[in-house]
């Protein structure tokens, strides 16, 4: 017997969802870009190297600590995951950048 899941939530309230959640991202990601506009201003340096460099470390060193912590706890197959998968991210942002 093939057993089908039933869907949790119905086609409206999924379109509801992610209304909401698309109004939200679009409200966070103002702020964000105001915060990095304000610290462009105070740091004086460019909105492009805050965003195109900045940002990036401070994202990969949060993602790299988590893989140190797994790697702490034996969990080797995501502390692997984590850290190709940064790897990745950093390959693909230096051949975008040239």
Known sequence: ????????LGFTSAMVWLAVMTVITALLSEYVVST?????ESW???VSFISI???P???NAAEHAGAIIF???NK????LG???GSATQISMFVVCIN
Do not use: P, Q, Y
């Open 1 to 8: 017997m093939v057993s089908e899941d039933e869907a949790v």
């Open 36 to 40: 990095i506009e304000a610290a462009s």
């Open 44 to 46: 004086e340096l460019s």
């Open 53 to 55: 460099i900045l940002i």
């Open 57 to 59: 470390i401070v994202g």
């Open 71 to 73: 790697a702490f706890k």
């Open 76 to 79: 080797l197959d995501i502390t």
């Open 82 to 84: 984590v850290s190709l």
